[in-house]
């Protein structure tokens, strides 16, 4: 089973940016679509936003404007998705997980990454 690891997290001020980045251990083309959930204390995980395998992308309803995702190959030659969220708000606290789905029913979470937006 592929590996994702999440990583770019930390404490940043309201209003800055921070981009996520989740590294998968195999190809990305096997599943159809990646996401970025969070969870924050004492609430469900909620999904942020997903890349589809054919390029088209969704967004949380709170994050729209603020938040893309896109893919790429690292610099380590594995392929990535990424998080760039702008205007960082408190209610942005959260652990940022990733998740990629496929066609064969395989579902495959990271560890996590801890966001905190905090002045």
């Known amino acids: 089973q592929d590996q994702l690891v999440e990583s770019g997290g930390g404490l940043v001020q309201p209003g800055e940016s921070l981009r996520l980045s989740c590294t998968i251990s195999g190809s990305i083309d096997r599943y159809n679509a990646v996401g970025w959930y969070r969870q924050a204390p004492g609430k469900q995980r909620e999904l942020v936003a997903t890349i589809f395998k054919t390029g088209p992308t969704k967004y949380a309803d709170d994050v729209k404007g603020r938040a893309t995702i896109y893919r790429d190959v690292g610099m380590d030659g594995m392929d990535t998705v990424y998080l760039h969220m702008n205007s960082l708000k408190p209610d942005d606290t959260a652990v940022y997980y990733c998740?990629?789905?496929?066609?064969?029913?395989?579902?495959?979470w990271g560890q996590g990454t801890q966001v905190t937006v905090s002045s």
């Open positions: 998740n990629a789905r496929g066609g064969d029913g395989s579902d495959v």
